[in-house]
């Protein structure tokens, strides 16, 4: 069965990004598979000869039943469900991930991996799941990426074609413009001089620039592990001091995807008081509450630069409370 | 494709032959990131709530009886405007070139398409036809949608306006088939796919 499992889970169609969307958006998919036609089908379809129909979706959670039958020494047959899995995560959700990897016995794959998975925002997995795929021509991805995500902006790709080949800045441009992270443009702010300005928080924004375009389509997990080892946090706060020394602000701070504010961070590398914002939103509170911030802002990552510093502060208080208040969970919980 | 996702925003490389304005303490890399970010998004960006209606205007394959098994089956292609808001279709999920690779000439159908301005041979292989038609026939489901031949491939504006609006042409449509080229050859292989596809094995 694990060979066959493999085997039939290598098809290409498996692979190809237009075919990734279609999966994704198809309410019932049917895979139709060709079989040497002397063979006997057991299924119930009989006016397609040579053909075997199977719900995609009844396949995914039959892996899954199986899966959950299988015991230590059905492990080549795990593991090849674990290698299928790998390549269909999105459609076997993570409860079967989780399963999977319990039977197996290798929690520290599956849970250190997919859990992880599971919390970025839906633009960060779509991201991800477009670079297995095998498809190399940019204007696919990035169609693919919008409409699996339901981009309400997307790019006008003969034009932008023409202007640069790079598949990440088309990606990162996408991405602004949709409100995945700050959104960034380019404006005059008198006297002949432009800056670039978050419009939806109406401050100066200086992004992350050492991080790189992986790490924040990947959704920042390397800032977790920054304070202890890579410290990219840190490059990223030299960076900034050292060419924009008087406006960096100490209400810098970041989100990630579990919404724990990193006041550790800040209070160590801004040596400044806990900043009046992540005193009023307390998030340690909600680290396991779904609400308003999580998937808008999962990946956001920006330093608020100021020139007007206490308006920065406050506009940022005010977007934060206001998305606390959305939720029903947290009403009255953050002090306006 | 440049693979260039392990770039710092600061690496991209643009056009940096304009030095950079004075900005005083910005660094000049950076406002040229900001810059080119500013650029993309007021240029080439568009708003594509409209595009949502293009789901809605799809040509569509019908008519796919044929009662002559030596002459070719002629699929009819509609216009976009003939059957609006139309969701009883089977929408043809398919690899371009490995569908290839099933082409076959002991196919016994050949097909013509016919649309409203020209009568032509089909852009896809002649297995997805084949594999589609018969499918749809078995469910009597009357309209066909296949990319390649329902959008003009030819015209770059018309594949843009389908392309925006795939998920949706998919997610719509009441019969959704994935053509998988692997063929199953041995009994046991069929077997093991049959038991895997079965929620409740112990039924």
Redesign the interface.
């Known amino acids: 069965m694990a060979r066959h499992l493999r085997s039939t889970s290598r098809d290409r169609w498996f692979s190809r990004t237009w075919t990734l969307q279609e999966k994704k958006s198809a309410q019932h998919m049917k895979l139709l598979i060709p079989h040497d036609p002397g063979l006997t089908s057991y299924w119930e379809i009989r006016d397609l000869p040579g053909e075997i129909v199977v719900s995609l979706t009844d396949l995914y959670k039959g892996i899954t039943r199986w899966s959950n039958l299988l015991g230590p020494e059905d492990h080549d047959i795990a593991a090849a469900i674990a290698e299928v899995a790998t390549t269909l995560t999105d459609m076997l959700g993570f409860q079967a991930v989780t399963i999977i990897s319990h039977n197996l016995g290798r929690d520290e794959i599956w849970h250190s991996a997919d859990q992880s998975f599971w919390r970025k925002p839906l633009w960060c997995r779509t991201f991800i799941e477009i670079e297995r795929c095998d498809n190399t021509i940019v204007s696919d991805r990035l169609s693919v990426l919008s409409n699996i995500c339901k981009f309400q902006r997307c790019l006008n790709l003969q034009e932008i074609l023409q202007r640069t080949n790079s598949y990440s800045l088309c990606v990162l441009a996408l991405l602004l413009n949709n409100g995945c992270i700050p959104t960034l443009r380019s404006v005059s702010i008198g006297e002949g001089q432009s800056s670039a300005h978050d419009l939806g928080n109406n401050v100066i924004v200086l992004p992350p620039t050492h991080l790189t375009i992986g790490q924040i389509l990947d959704g920042i997990e390397t800032i977790e592990e920054g304070q202890d080892s890579t410290c990219r946090q840190d490059q990223v706060i030299h960076y900034c001091r050292r060419y924009w020394p008087q406006s960096l602000s100490d209400g810098a701070y970041r989100w990630r995807s579990n919404l724990r504010f990193s006041t550790e961070f800040i209070k160590k590398h801004l040596a400044a008081e806990e900043p009046e914002v992540i005193q009023h939103a307390r998030p340690e509170e909600y680290q396991n509450v779904e609400h308003a911030l999580q998937d808008d802002d999962a990946a956001a990552i920006a330093f608020y630069v100021t020139y007007e510093r206490d308006n920065a502060i406050e506009r940022v208080r005010e977007v934060i409370i206001r998305k606390y208040s959305d939720s029903p969970d947290n009403q009255g919980v953050v002090e306006d | 494709?440049?693979?260039?996702?392990?770039?710092?925003?600061?690496d991209?490389?643009?056009n940096l032959d304009a030095p950079p304005?004075d900005?005083g303490?910005?660094?000049g890399?950076?406002?040229t990131?900001?810059?080119?970010?500013?650029?993309?998004?007021?240029?080439?960006?568009?708003?594509?709530?409209a595009?949502s209606q293009a789901s809605r205007r799809l040509r569509l394959i019908s008519s796919y009886t044929c009662n002559n098994p030596d002459s070719p089956t002629r699929l009819y292609i509609s216009g976009p405007n003939d059957h609006p808001g139309e969701r009883n279709y089977l929408?043809v999920?398919?690899?371009w070139?490995?569908s290839r690779s099933?082409e076959d000439n002991k196919l016994p159908q050949q097909f013509l398409m016919v649309t409203t301005e020209e009568t032509r041979k089909p852009r896809c292989p002649r297995s997805v036809l084949f594999?589609a038609v018969?499918?749809a026939q078995?469910k009597r489901i009357p309209y066909i949608w296949i990319d390649q031949e329902c959008i003009e491939q030819d015209d770059?504006a018309d594949k843009?306006y389908y392309?925006?609006?795939?998920?949706?042409?998919?997610?719509q449509?009441?019969?959704?088939?994935?053509?998988?080229?692997?063929?199953?050859?041995?009994?046991?292989?069929?077997?093991?796919?049959?038991?895997?596809?079965?929620?409740?094995?112990q039924s």
């Open positions: 494709m440049l693979r260039d996702v392990d770039l710092a925003l600061d991209i490389s643009f304005p900005r303490p910005i660094p890399g950076l406002f990131v900001l810059l080119k970010l500013g650029d993309i998004q007021r240029e080439t960006f568009e708003i594509v709530e595009q929408a999920s398919y690899c070139e490995s099933l594999r018969r499918y078995s770059p843009e392309i925006r609006c795939m998920h949706e042409i998919f997610s449509s009441r019969h959704t088939i994935g053509l998988l080229t692997t063929l199953f050859t041995s009994q046991d292989w069929l077997a093991d796919v049959y038991l895997l596809s079965q929620v409740n094995p």
